[in-house]
């Protein structure tokens, strides 16, 4: 199986920036899409940004279009997501997932971290 592990949450003030990374061991994860999703207390799984295995192919949601970059780093066998310009709407846990299909579907995944939790204050 995939283990997936997030970092880089953390407390930053709008208008700042994170670097979350989303790290695994082994090449069955550089041969995965890797999709990042978001989710606040009481509100579904949110997609926000896929990466397909090549690193060649990427798509954002709209509210992640232009403020976030996701990325494939082989060498350190990670995905990593740069958010820029945080709103207080950013805040949740996020989460990085793994799995066969270029899909935006939380259900289209088959493995997923444990989430880092991001909190942009106002």
């Known amino acids: 199986q995939v283990q997936l592990v997030e970092s880089g949450g953390g407390l930053v003030q709008a208008g700042g920036s994170l670097r979350l990374s989303c790290a695994a061991a082994g090449r069955t994860f550089t041969r995965s899409t890797i999709g990042w999703f978001r989710q606040s207390p009481g509100k579904e799984r949110d997609f926000v940004a896929i990466i397909d295995a090549s690193g060649d192919s990427t798509y954002y949601t709209d509210f992640a279009e232009g403020r976030f970059t996701i990325s494939r780093d082989n060498a350190k066998n990670a995905v990593d997501l740069q958010m820029d310009s945080l709103k207080p709407e950013d805040t949740a846990v996020y989460y990085c997932?793994?799995?066969?299909?270029?899909?935006?579907?939380?259900?289209?995944?088959?493995?997923w971290g444990q989430g880092t939790q991001v909190t942009v204050s106002s």
């Open positions: 997932a793994a799995g066969s299909r270029f899909a935006v579907r939380a259900s289209s995944y088959d493995y």
